[in-house]
């Protein structure tokens, strides 16, 4: 099955910093998602993003889909987004989107 | 509904009985999908709905698991006879149909923690 990795596994960051959050992926792909899983263990939806670059505020992602990675910024980090950040990739199955996940990238924002 | 909700939040069973996992997605989402996460497993599809019935069962672990979808909304997932190694969080998500642009995008519920003693 498809491969999806991510880098790194852990980060710790000071507030105000920025970052940069890394997906690569084994095979084509129909969609690329980015989740921030809160403390609470929430799945948050980031961004949507199969191909081009997306902003939302503080934070940007961009997919080359043809070289098979996707990239998350963030800027200006926040003691907010800590928790562990997803990609997770679309095999499309009769209609549907069956997502395989990375193992995440622990972050952890200080003061 | 505004989002996606499961129940109950937190389980707690013994080993041997069964338990049953409720799922209501996203008013109009017609596809439906069970996650489960685990800390030596990490986030492992189970089984996907499209309307009432499931085209892709793939993900399910044995023949312990079953999941039900009625009137294409609400999702019912049976754990028989549970084992201590189905302590997880299972969770719920619901996207709409179609290959159109962000139609696939799928959202999360805050899942159930079940703990098998």
């Known amino acids: 099955g498809i491969q999806v990795e991510q880098s790194p596994p852990d980060l710790i960051l000071q507030e105000g910093a920025n970052s940069t959050l890394r997906c690569n992926f084994s095979d084509s792909v129909n969609n690329l998602q980015w989740f921030h899983q809160n403390p609470w263990g929430q799945l948050i939806n980031l961004f949507y993003?199969?191909?081009g670059t997306k902003q939302n505020g503080r934070l940007s992602a961009t997919t080359v889909a043809t070289e098979r990675y996707s990239l998350l910024y963030i800027s200006s980090s926040q003691t907010t987004d800590s928790g562990v950040y997803f990609c997770a990739v679309d095999l499309r199955i009769a209609g549907g989107n069956k997502l395989t996940f990375g193992t995440g990238t622990q972050l952890k924002v200080e003061l | 509904g505004a989002g996606v909700s499961q129940s109950p939040s937190n389980k707690v069973t013994e080993k041997g009985k069964d338990v049953e996992l409720r799922c209501d997605p996203i008013s109009g989402h017609t596809a439906l999908y069970w996650y489960r996460q685990s800390l030596g497993q990490g986030l492992e599809f189970l089984i996907y709905f499209q309307g009432n019935s499931a085209p892709d069962k793939s993900g399910l672990p044995s023949d312990r698991f079953s999941a039900e979808r009625t009137g294409g909304s609400v999702s019912t997932l049976t754990i028989q006879r549970t084992q201590q190694e189905d302590s997880a969080v299972y969770l719920c998500?619901?996207?709409?149909f179609g290959a159109g642009w962000g139609r696939g995008t799928q959202y999360f519920g805050p899942g159930t923690r079940l703990l098998v003693l």
């Open positions: 998500a619901s996207s709409l």
């Open positions: 993003i199969p191909s």
